[in-house]
Each structure stands twice: as C-alpha cells, then as structure tokens.
C-alpha cells in the first residue's frame, strides 16, 4: 500500500491509486447486520462527537475526540484519545497503541463496528463524517461478549452427551457429543458461544473444537455407542474445511462408530450433499439429516442421498400424544417411508412418558430427549454403567 499526504500533511491511503482499501461498517439498533459505512480514505484518521472528525458519532457517550487510526510500519493501529468510555478492540479494552486487521469487532464507548478491508473495485460511499444515533449495544453486553471472546481463546470448552436409545427396549445405542463453556466455574451456553462466535468470524473454529474435545472424553463412555457429532451451518458453506476437520478427527480415533448431523436447512443442494455422502463413506462415518421438518421438509435429499438416521425435531414430538390425528397421520407416514428406505428415525426431546408411548405407536426406532436422559459428562455415564 502506498502512502501519500495531501495538503493537509496527512498521509493518504492508496493502493497503486486505487480507492481506499479500509472502511469501517456499523451495526444496526437489533439485528447486528451493517447499516452504514464509511471509508478510512486517510490517516490519521479521527473518530468522535465532535462534527469536525472524519467520523462523527453524535452519542453522549462518545468522546469529542474519541480515537484515531494511524500507520506504523504500513500495519493500521489504533489510539484511544483518553476517551471517557473507552475504545475496545474484539472485547479488549484499548490501553495503548493497539494493531487491528480485517473483520475486527471495534467498539467507541457503546457504539459498534467492524473494520473492513475492500476489494478495490467494491463500491463504497466516500463520506468522510456521519452522524449516528446509537446501536443498541449496551455495556453489559459488551462485558458478556468480552467474556466470551476472553473463554474463545483459551479454549476453557468442554463436552456433555445425550443419550440415543431403542424406544422398543430403552437400550443404549449411541450419545450426541453436545459442546459446553465455562468461565470462572459458570457454564455458558452453546448459543451464546456461536453468537460471539459469528461477531468474530469463528463458528467453524468453534464447532470443530466442540468435536475435538468431545472426541478426547468420548472413549470414557461405557460399551460401543455411535457418537452424533454436530455441525454449524456455516461449515456446510465450505464442505472441504469440514471434510479436513473430520479427517483429522477420523484419523485421531479410528475406531469409534460416528455419525455427522447436518441440520436440513443447511444443505445447499443436493450434488453438494452426495459429495459430503461420498466422503463420510470413506470416512466411515454415517450420516444423519438433523431438526428434520423445521422449515422446509427435504424429502428428494432421503431419496438421493439416503441419510443413515433422520432426526424429527421437537417441534413434531412435543404433546405429539395429544395432536390432531391428521399430525398424527403425518408423523406416521413419514416415519413409515423413511423405513421403506432403510433410514434409522429418531424422534427428538421426549420429555414425557406419553410422548414415548405416541412415538412407540408411530413407528419411532430411536429416542432422544430429557426423559432418557440430560446431557452429561462422560464420566458420569461410565459411573452409572
């Protein structure tokens, strides 16, 4: 990148004199998506309330002359101005003269965005100052995700497992490997774990190191079960990261039974789903379609790419014994033509006795839910064996 000043004094940003190649895009009021952007089209570049700043952030709780970005060694830094709320970068608070990179998490006191890099024919507009009226982001929620990206990066992740039983005989067949974390002794759920994560651009990460750690304890648990291993939706966007991810996993234990579940919304089309079947194949990996019916119920994928097991999401199960008889009926013809097919049905979150007996009277094979069993450690299950 070259550097040249304007009449100012103050150096320009250029690449072989095409547009800036940072901006900086702010989130919006309730959904985290961007609403604005600006470019950093030189530097030093000036953050604050005051109107006279590159950008101008009218909230109280920004400072006048809040933060500036500037070059050292052609690396982008940036400065917090003793600014009366702070600068933070990824959940960090800005002490000193603090390096940022692309997709960058950057908060002004309460006010957030994320730093960019651009492709040089992206179209941007050139504004220089932009007067904002708050995000939405309140400090508690910065701690929380302060917090999170702190426990991200010391991988304090740790695992539980569900049991999968036979609804016939309430026999053990398999666990789901469900990811856990933990900072200072208290649990956080998975939820807020991939929240952070997808601010940070690190949900495939964090899926695969749910898997990992979970595959390390799994050998604790009693007899020869299957393991359902999840994924994230977005690891499905890139098939070859997640097929190295399982090689890697597959390679380190050759011996357990496992099975992949992919969530049906997250399958792009079904060629993208038989080369992930062929795959597994080798592998030896089953494959397990996951939340089956939610949205859109993918039934051309159990004819072409036969999954393994299908898994009915709680949505169908939930007082399924006191459902309409046309639910009912559904329910009943879908579990039947998944048999026709030689496909395992799992029907998922019984939490009551008559909802087993219902999906018994379906024609369920598998269960999962809090009757037979909470996600636990796989140490209590090697215990209680």
């Known amino acids: 990148m070259e550097r040249e000043k304007n009449d100012s004094g103050a150096m320009t940003l250029t690449d072989d004199g095409s547009p800036p190649a940072w901006c900086l895009a702010g989130f919006s009021r309730?959904?985290?998506?961007?609403?604005?952007?600006?470019?950093?089209?030189?530097?030093?570049?000036?953050?604050?309330?005051?109107?006279?700043?590159?950008?101008?952030?009218?909230?109280h709780t920004v400072s006048s002359r809040h933060?500036?970005?500037?070059?050292?060694?052609?690396?982008?830094?940036?400065?917090?101005?003793?600014?009366?709320?702070?600068?933070?970068?990824?959940?960090e608070r800005v002490t000193s003269d603090h390096p940022v990179s692309a997709d960058d998490v950057i908060f002004f006191a309460?006010?957030?965005?994320?730093?960019?890099?651009?492709?040089?024919?992206?179209?941007?507009?050139?504004?220089?100052?932009?007067?904002?009226?708050?995000?939405g982001i309140d400090r508690p929620t910065l701690e929380r995700d302060r917090r999170l990206r702190r426990m991200l990066r010391s991988t304090r992740l740790r695992a539980a497992f569900q049991p999968v039983v036979g609804l016939a005989d309430n026999a053990m067949v398999g666990y789901e490997l469900l990811g856990r974390g933990e900072?200072?002794?208290?649990?956080?759920?998975?939820?807020?774990?991939?929240?952070?994560?997808?601010?940070?651009?690190?949900?495939?990460?964090?899926s695969s190191a749910f898997r990992a750690k979970g595959m390390e304890q799994a050998n604790e648990l009693p007899g020869d079960?299957?393991?359902?291993?999840?994924?994230?939706?977005?690891?499905?966007?890139?098939?070859?990261?997640?097929?190295?991810?399982?090689e890697h996993l597959r390679a380190h234990h050759p011996s357990p039974r496992l099975v992949l579940e992919i969530h049906e919304?997250?399958?792009?089309?079904?060629?993208?789903?038989?080369?992930?079947?062929?795959?597994?194949?080798?592998?030896?990996?089953?494959?397990?379609f996951d939340d089956f019916g939610v949205g859109q119920t993918r039934l051309l994928e159990l004819v072409d790419a036969c999954p393994h097991y299908v898994k009915f999401d709680r949505a169908w199960i939930t007082d399924l014994h006191l459902a309409?008889?046309?639910?009912?009926?559904?329910?009943?013809?879908?579990?039947g033509l998944l048999k026709q097919l030689d496909v395992g049905t799992v029907a998922e979150g019984i939490e009551t006795v008559d909802e087993a007996r219902a999906c018994i009277d379906l024609g369920f094979e598998l269960a999962q839910g809090f009757y037979f069993g909470h996600p636990a450690p796989?140490?209590?299950f090697a215990a209680g064996s």
């Open 67 to 91: 933060a500036s970005f500037f070059l050292r060694n052609d690396a982008l830094h940036l400065r917090d101005l003793e600014s009366r709320n702070g600068t933070f970068v990824n959940g």
């Open 265 to 288: 919304a997250a399958i792009a089309n079904l060629s993208t789903l038989q080369a992930m079947s062929s795959h597994l194949t080798y592998l030896g990996i089953g494959l397990a």
């Open 183 to 206: 900072v200072s002794a208290q649990e956080i759920l998975p939820s807020d774990l991939f929240s952070v994560a997808s601010t940070f651009g690190v949900e495939r990460e964090l």
């Open 378 to 380: 796989a140490a209590d």
């Open 324 to 335: 309409p008889p046309k639910r009912r009926q559904m329910v009943e013809t879908l579990v």
């Open 110 to 135: 309460d006010q957030g965005c994320r730093l960019l890099e651009i492709a040089a024919t992206e179209p941007v507009a050139a504004t220089e100052t932009m007067s904002l009226f708050g995000s």
């Open 30 to 59: 309730t959904d985290g998506s961007d609403t604005w952007r600006t470019l950093l089209r030189r530097v030093p570049f000036h953050v604050g309330r005051r109107f006279d700043c590159d950008l101008c952030l009218t909230r």
């Open 225 to 246: 079960p299957a393991i359902f291993l999840n994924t994230h939706p977005a690891e499905l966007e890139d098939d070859s990261n997640l097929i190295a991810s399982l």
